[in-house]
């Protein structure tokens, strides 16, 4: 039989762990990312035994390799702004982030000696550009708290108990008072999150909402040629819509083969990833209107008569991107701009307001940024991140069904419903 655990870490004496554990209420959290050892570091007191289980062998993988390498800890943005980035259920979340603000955040991090800085669209990151600060900044805050992380421990099942529930991982069971659910979502699983948490809420009764990628790159059937590749059209605008919706987003769009990526592709695919039947196009001049870049051909054709339209576009446009642009909309380059026609230019004209791609789907959801979907938030208390439907069981962070757009609003996201469910359970200690 499978022996049933009195938790110890190799750097605790087993004896001594359970004699200062007597009597505190026992609460296992499974993943060691964002949410769970925010939450951890947060719960552990004289009354609280917090068990971190992780699959991993490092805590935090996930952050390691978030802001690319940076960690992009939060927004600092007021309340009101953060929850305008929340895509999915920012309702459920205003409770949370009311309470554990980013501001509330970055006093963390600095008080905890690793001080952060503030960039372009208020993105916060640490000082010193590398998330390991921020990874061992949670982790040393858990171990001064008294927190157990376990590592290579992949928790298989949880199972509720006459009293309690017993959390099953291959080698040892866990007896909880209340297990905490950290468990992410199911992007990028070889950092660990590989949606094993809704497996586990289902099997506790609860709901899943469909899991879809978010924050991922938009596929196109059109072949997108080496030269765009990694090519960035700066401030332009990407529009989507089918007969029920439309949408349109400003700023940066990068191309990856057979797919839109950058800032806005990324924010889009956040919004359309429930949709069907799409159409995407993009602006390339979206702040000349038709008639400003009307005059602004006319100049240019004035300037340079002689040239061909590869000069006129290149005047527009990024040079890598012209002979794209050129057989995407059959553009005729044989012409001299002295022969260019009112009819060719008003066809130019409506090809840079409006370059179409065909819609091929969104990324595979290994490949988003975030998950969206999971937990129904319905089933979720928003002020205690505890289950409506099984009472000592809490969930956190990304397994839940909520995202948001890039900026450092989905760390905040793990970090504050982290806290509402650390503060719920040391509440409950002295009800
Ligand atoms: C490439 C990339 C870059 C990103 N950059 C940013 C950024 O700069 N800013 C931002 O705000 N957001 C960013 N995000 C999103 C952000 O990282 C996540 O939203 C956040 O980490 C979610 O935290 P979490 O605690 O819910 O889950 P995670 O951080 O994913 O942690 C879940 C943990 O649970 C563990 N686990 C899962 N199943 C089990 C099991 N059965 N047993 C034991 N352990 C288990 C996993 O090993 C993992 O450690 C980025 C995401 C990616 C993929």
């Known amino acids: 039989m499978m022996p049933v655990d009195t938790c110890f870490t190799n750097s605790y004496n087993k004896k001594e762990m359970s004699e200062k554990n007597k009597g505190k209420k026992r609460i296992v959290c499974i993943g060691a990312g964002a949410s769970g050892l925010f939450f951890a570091l947060n719960c552990a007191d004289a009354e609280n035994e917090v068990i971190l289980l992780d699959s991993n062998a490092k805590v935090g993988r996930k952050m390691y390799i978030s802001g690319k390498g940076r960690c992009n800890i939060t927004n600092d943005c007021e309340v009101k702004e953060f929850i305008g980035n929340i895509v999915r259920n920012p309702r459920f979340l205003y409770s949370a982030i009311n309470n554990f603000k980013p501001a509330d955040t970055i006093a963390f991090f600095n008080e905890h000696g690793c001080p952060l800085k503030t960039e372009r669209g208020n993105r916060v990151f640490p000082v010193s550009d590398h998330a390991s600060d921020i990874i061992d900044c949670l982790f040393f805050a858990c171990r001064k708290a008294g927190v157990k992380i376990e590592f290579e421990k992949t928790v298989k099942e949880i199972r509720k108990e006459k009293e309690g529930f017993l959390v099953s991982c291959a080698d040892r069971d866990y007896h909880a008072d209340a297990v905490v659910i950290a468990t992410g979502g199911r992007s990028y699983p070889s950092t660990g999150s590989t949606g094993d948490g809704y497996r586990f809420a289902e099997s506790l009764g609860h709901h899943i909402v469909d899991l879809k990628s978010a924050l991922c790159p938009i596929r196109v059937k059109e072949f997108i040629p080496r030269e765009c590749l990694r090519m960035t059209l700066k401030n332009v605008s990407l529009s989507a819509h089918n007969a029920s919706f439309k949408k349109t987003l400003f700023g940066d ?29 993009v602006d390339l001049k979206p702040g000349l209107d038709e008639e400003k870049l009307d005059k602004r051909l006319l100049r240019e054709i004035e300037v340079a008569p002689n040239k061909d339209v590869y000069h006129l576009l290149g005047t527009l446009l990024p040079r890598e991107f012209c002979s794209f642009f050129i057989e995407q909309t059959k553009t005729d380059t044989s012409i001299k701009l002295n022969s260019f026609t009112k009819a060719m230019r008003s066809k130019l004209l409506h090809d840079l307001k409006h370059f179409p791609f ?3 789907g969104l990324e595979d959801i290994d490949k988003g940024i975030v998950t969206s979907g999971g937990v129904d938030v319905k089933e979720v208390d928003p002020r205690t991140m505890e289950s409506k439907l099984c009472k000592g069981v809490y969930f956190i962070g990304e397994v839940l069904d909520v995202d948001a757009f890039t900026g450092g609003f989905n760390m905040q996201i793990a970090l504050s419903t982290g806290h509402a469910c650390a503060m719920a359970l040391k509440k409950e200690d002295h009800d």
Request: charged content about 20%.
């Open 358 to 360: 065909t819609f091929d």
């Open 253 to 281: 769009l990068e191309f990856l083969p057979g797919a839109l990526s950058g800032p806005i592709a990324l924010s889009m695919s956040s919004l359309i990833n429930r949709l069907e039947d799409l159409s995407v196009e």
